[in-house]
């Protein structure tokens, strides 16, 4: 059996990692030069923060253990005031953590994976230019030479990303449902540097974020000791990017509004004139799968990096296909249906839930009735867990609950802390444990759903 996969990033290699496992016969089409040899074209993404999912998908693929090795732990946000204080707030519970991660060399390694097999073939500067879904067959252009090759397969997977050719071939048929929204934000990649010797400059355990309201900064660590820091703020307006035309711009923007940051990025107006400028794209489409032609991970469902999920999602989606494959018994067709059907509703439950923490991150994490609403979850969920689970805690911790699934409990969990933060005087007396008989008959009475 003959199964093509077009896109060798973050997903199509451990895919094809995963197909490798099974004896596949897997041939990866990359349009991109192969990065091992070429290097990585940094100042176009963000670094990644691999979580419970992800890792998940990795132990399955043999590949967690390598992979943690390369990661930062972050136990949490670590919100810097416009006053110049600092506030951290806890992820979970008992150490839990997101991990910071490089996806150049995330990526280097799924690459090593996938080609450590003699049934799996990487070929590099192909770009597809055209699908027949149906058959499947795809056509590949090589970049340098312009050699043409069209390839028939038993199974073709679009893992392309959010500007998918797959989907493309797919988008233009009747009946194909599509959707793409953009953020009116654009973002950019800046650094802060180690230390002049090594070391951190700022708490790597952390992720750190300034919010401002209509826009924000964030800082992720890297093990040599550098912050990927990522500057989202609108294209138009009096505070945008069209307003930052000279570096005397960009200095008094930073200076004003970032004065911590600043003083520990030396190659801030360098970082900011060299690196693009770039969207922040959420794409709904259906149906995923036509005859053995599927979309898998940002081809299917590219949503914003604002809970982190981008690519945990798509690792998942790569489990819960070689899940079906052993449930199935390799049979395609039926692990293609299920996968579809299990998948979708997931794929735009974590699109909204990506939306929503934008506003979470720019607008809410500095309010104190907002960080109040936190406390009181975490309390809730330390006194409570069989009645009470954060969101947070289900769609980065709890790989087991799908994410439409958490999406409905949020929405419950919602319910129950409005009804809290009504009782008088609760900023006052959250934590007196006298509120516990309170607190379990408000969950009783309204929080059955959301641990359920």
Not at 10 to 25: D, F, I, K
Not at 116 to 139: H, I, K, N, Y
Not at 170 to 176: G, S, T
Not at 303 to 318: L, S, T
């Amino acid at each position: 059996m003959e199964i093509v996969i077009v896109g060798g990033g973050l997903v199509g290699a451990l895919l094809a990692t995963l197909l490798g496992r099974r004896g596949y016969h897997v041939r990866v089409f990359e349009r991109r030069p192969d990065m091992r040899v070429a290097g990585y074209t940094g100042g176009r993404s963000i670094n990644l923060a691999l979580s419970d999912r992800g890792i998940r998908a990795l132990e399955r693929a043999g590949l967690a253990e390598s992979v943690l090795a390369l990661t930062i732990p972050m136990h949490g946000r670590m919100i810097h005031h416009e006053d110049g204080s600092l506030d951290f707030q806890p992820y979970g519970v008992a150490g839990q953590a997101i991990r910071s991660l490089s996806r150049a060399r995330l990526n280097e390694l799924l690459l090593d994976a996938a080609s450590s097999f003699d049934t799996v073939t990487l070929e590099f500067e192909w770009r597809c230019v055209g699908v027949e879904p149906e058959r499947p067959q795809a056509t590949f252009v090589h970049t340098r030479t312009g050699e043409e090759r069209r390839i028939t397969c038993d199974v073709l997977i679009g893992a392309d990303g959010a500007f998918s050719a797959v989907r493309d071939a797919l988008h233009y048929r009747d009946r194909y449902n599509y959707c793409q929204e953009y953020l009116d934000y654009g973002y950019k990649e800046l650094t802060i540097p180690a230390r002049d010797g090594g070391g951190f400059r700022i708490e790597p355990n952390a992720l750190h974020i300034w919010p401002r309201h209509n826009f924000m900064m964030i800082a992720l660590p890297n093990t040599e000791g550098t912050f990927t820091c990522t500057l989202f703020l609108p294209y138009e307006g009096q505070l945008s990017f069209a307003q930052l035309h000279s570096p005397e711009q960009v200095g008094a923007f930073f200076f004003q509004h970032f004065p911590d940051a600043v003083e520990h990025m030396p190659t801030l107006l360098n970082d900011f004139e060299r690196n693009p400028l770039s969207s922040l794209v959420t794409i709904r489409c259906y149906p995923w799968v036509v005859g053995r032609t599927v979309l898998i991970g940002d081809a299917a469902h590219a949503i914003v990096p604002f809970y982190g999920q981008g690519m945990n999602a798509g690792f998942e989606d790569c489990r819960i296909l070689d899940e079906l494959l052993d449930r199935f018994s390799d049979d395609w067709d039926a692990a293609l249906a299920e996968y579809q059907r299990m998948r979708k509703p997931a794929g735009d439950a974590v699109a909204q839930l990506a939306l929503d923490n934008f506003v979470e991150m720019r607008d809410k994490v500095a309010d104190l009735r907002f960080i109040l609403r936190k406390k009181i979850e975490v309390l809730l969920f330390e006194h409570f867990p069989e009645l009470y689970t954060p969101l947070y805690t289900l769609v980065t911790f709890t790989p087991e609950v799908s994410y439409d699934e958490a999406y409905r409990r949020g929405q419950a969990n919602e319910h129950v802390i409005s009804q809290i933060m009504a009782l008088p005087d609760i900023d006052q007396r959250w934590d007196d444990p006298a509120m516990l008989d309170t607190y379990r008959q408000i969950l009783e009475r309204y929080g059955a759903a959301s641990s359920a």
